[in-house]
């Protein structure tokens, strides 16, 4: 029931291999644009199958504190939503597949279907949209539509059986559970919160599944890699560039945390 | 000359969100819209519930005071125009304004919902007040979340709070300041919504929150319109209101709306001037965009990043509005205009002067507004005003605005510190 989509092929294609795909997140603009754009290379050079390029927001209700902090100190650096497409089009001349993750006014105020065509003129799949539901979503969906995007919506566990259908429905590309009540942020545990959601949410679609808040280690990585589609991660990349003490050692803990996590990921079904 | 009492079936009063016109709406997170779908129907049922609203009525008679009574304001009139000024004394309520009908009502639907604890957000403090003593009443467990900025400038009201049995957190995030706040509740309330009520302090937020927060303010223009009626004979020509939010200015307005001769007019905070970009006016000087899970007149820059406010008063401080007001400026029905510091801190110095009533700074905006009023309208006019709170909690602000403190210091500074306070 899904479209061919390009996020589509790629999820397919690590379920072939028997193997959950490796979603990283980072916020573009942080520590810099330029930076940012080499941090978004260095996750596909350690092996993120996705890249959600994060544009930075002044008020990211959904988001913990790093990430709060990282989009903060991009804000101030200037960082632009256009920023956003340099760092698409970096992932996929590095042979990942973009997508970018927003909140939603950022979107109506550059224009829903000039973000659109943007976005598809960079190389991007689709958008992530944590605060845009899809009740809210017609003209987006209208934009997504005409340049062939793909249309990723989150369930929580809180979601009914009716709108986990009604939401699952508007996705194309993958369905991204948020697999804790909360915000972004690194978790001790996953929890079973998560496998729940998942099989709730595969009950009713044939779309892949990713899970997202929380994963932050190898070992997450494999025990969401048994449940899920595709396992997401953002925190714990943000706060590796953030600690790093120069641009080169951050880039190369980025890769070989996104090295570690895809090895997890690849665990996961034998576990 | 009397008022028609039957409205018309295609009322403005009938509209019940979640949209108002093209504004309104639900930009939230998944995880919250089954929270936000129950409290939707929990609220329905609880107004047409004859228990909850007789339960809710006895707390406005016994705890809070109502019905607030209208003040004519002689004295300060005579600034007006001539016109007869009316004041609506929302700020004899208990806790000092219009918060506590809102709050009372929230703390009723929680226990409704058989949920134990309760957060807020607070810019100056009177919302966290409010709430921590609705809490206190109906055994409730009390988080009030306030950007850390605010808590150092309202420390008496953060003392208040924690009086009352609430736990206040400082917001370290963004600018530190009530749209910090906001967000902070949020994560809060995305993180624990199974026992937790979300009790947001005005007509913002998402559906329901805009339609909920009117109807629980509902009661000050339904008390208002009878009262002028009584007293006068007649509607009052305009009725005037400050607007942060707006909270109070649709509690006072709602029961006009169908009233085609009366005027509806919400101030704004203008802050130095809507021209110097230093205000918080979101309808005069703002874009249609979306805030706080709502779709609304929003302060922002050109890539839609929210723009700080600033205001002299805390509780106007905000760069949202209510989307029923964004809809009403939108379909003419109620006029938004700024009122600078200047401006209302002048009003507010007429209003002690000749009434002996310290008025609340945000209610100084909608007194500004009401010497204006009545000078357009003259020796005729009628003008309602919602004088939302009373002063106590401003004394210091009005103090080292008007130089009055030994060593305090002056007036710039006052300014320079909600510079400090709104810069990021």
């Known amino acids: 029931m899904s479209a061919h989509t390009r996020v589509g092929d790629v999820l397919a294609d690590a379920r072939a291999e028997g193997r959950a795909a490796l979603v990283a997140y980072l916020p573009v603009g942080f520590p810099t644009v330029d930076d ?17 390029v994060g544009v930075p927001y002044s008020d990211p209700l959904m988001d913990g504190p790093v990430i709060q902090h990282a989009v903060e100190a991009a804000l101030e650096r200037g960082a632009r939503p256009r920023d956003a497409f340099l760092a698409v089009r970096a992932v996929a001349d590095a042979g990942a597949v973009p997508l970018v993750m927003t909140y939603w006014n950022l979107v109506d105020r550059y224009g829903v279907e000039r973000f659109a065509a943007d976005l598809a003129d960079a190389g991007g799949a689709g958008l992530i949209t944590p605060d845009l539901i899809p009740d809210e979503a017609d003209e987006w969906f209208a934009a997504a539509d005409k340049h062939d995007l793909d249309k990723v919506f989150l369930v929580a ?12 429905r508007a996705c194309r590309g993958f369905v991204y559970a948020a697999s804790t009540m ?90 | 000359m009397s008022a028609p009492t039957d409205l018309p079936v295609q009322a403005l009063t009938a509209h019940r969100g979640p949209y108002f016109g093209r504004f309104g709406g639900r930009f939230v997170p998944e995880a919250l819209v089954a929270a936000l779908d129950e409290l939707d129907r929990e609220f329905t049922a609880a107004m047409a519930d004859p228990a909850f609203t007789a339960e809710l009525d006895h707390l406005h008679r016994t705890y809070s005071g109502r019905p607030s009574i209208l003040t004519e304001a002689k004295r300060f009139a005579a600034h007006a125009g001539g016109a007869r000024v009316l004041l609506k004394r929302e700020d004899l309520n208990h806790t000092g304004s219009h918060k506590i009908n809102n709050v009372l009502g929230q703390a009723l639907l929680t226990k409704r919902m058989g949920k134990k604890r309760v957060i807020a957000e607070t810019g100056a403090g009177q919302h966290g007040v ?70 947001l302090g005005t007509v913002a937020g998402p559906h ?20 002028v009626l009584d007293l006068v004979g ?25 009233d085609a ?83 209302a801190m002048e009003a507010f110095r007429l209003l002690c002067r000749t009434e002996g009533i310290i008025p609340a700074i945000e209610s100084a905006h909608a007194l500004a507004g009401a010497l204006r009023a009545g000078q357009r309208l003259g020796p005729d006019g009628i003008v309602l005003v919602n004088l939302s709170g009373r002063g106590d909690k401003d004394v210091d602000t009005a103090a080292r605005w008007f130089g009055l403190v030994p060593d305090a210091e002056q007036t710039p500074a006052v300014t320079a510190e909600g510079t400090e306070a709104g810069d990021r």
């Open chain 1, 36 to 52: 940012s754009v080499a941090a978004c290379r260095a996750l596909v050079e350690g092996g993120a199958d996705i890249v959600e």
């Open chain 2, 234 to 258: 007649r509607l009052p020509d305009v009725v005037v209101a400050c607007v942060g939010g707006g909270s109070n200015a649709i509690g006072i307005f709602h029961a006009f709306l169908d």
């Open chain 2, 130 to 199: 409010a709430t921590a003593t609705a809490a206190a009443l109906l055994d409730l467990d009390c988080v009030i979340y306030m950007g850390e900025e605010d808590t150092r400038r309202q420390s008496l009201n953060v003392a208040r709070m924690k009086l009352l049995g609430a736990e206040v957190i400082p917001v370290t995030a963004g600018s530190r300041t009530l749209k910090d706040a906001i967000n902070e509740a949020m994560r809060d309330w995305v993180t624990n919504v199974a026992d937790t009520h979300y009790l």
């Open chain 1, 157 to 168: 566990p809180s979601s009914t059986d009716e709108r986990l259908v009604s939401t699952v």
């Open chain 1, 182 to 271: 909360g915000v972004t942020g690194t978790r001790g545990t996953v929890g079973n919160a998560a496998e729940a959601l998942v099989a709730r949410t595969k009950a009713v679609t044939d779309l892949p599944v990713c899970v997202g808040l929380g994963v932050s280690n190898r070992a997450q990585a494999a025990e969401v890699a048994a449940f899920a589609d595709g396992v997401i991660v953002g925190s714990a990349f943000v706060k590796v560039l953030a600690d790093a003490p120069d641009r080169e050692s951050g880039l190369d803990a980025l890769r070989a945390l996104a090295a570690d996590l895809a090895a997890g990921v690849r665990e996961g079904r034998t576990a």
């Open chain 2, 261 to 343: 001769g009366v005027a509806l007019l919400g101030l704004e905070a203008g802050g130095d001037g809507v021209d110097t970009g230093r205000h918080a006016s979101s309808i005069t000087g703002g874009l249609p965009g979306v805030l706080h899970g709502n779709r609304t007149f929003v302060l922002q820059d050109e890539d839609g990043q929210t723009v700080e406010s600033h205001s002299i008063s805390a509780g106007l401080d905000y760069p949202g509005v209510g989307p029923e007001h964004s809809w009403l400026h939108e379909i003419g029905r109620a006029t938004y205009e700024p009122v600078t510091d200047a401006e």
């Open chain 2, 208 to 227: 329901p929150f805009p339609t909920m927060v009117r109807d629980f303010h509902r009661i000050i223009g339904v008390e208002a319109r009878q009262q």
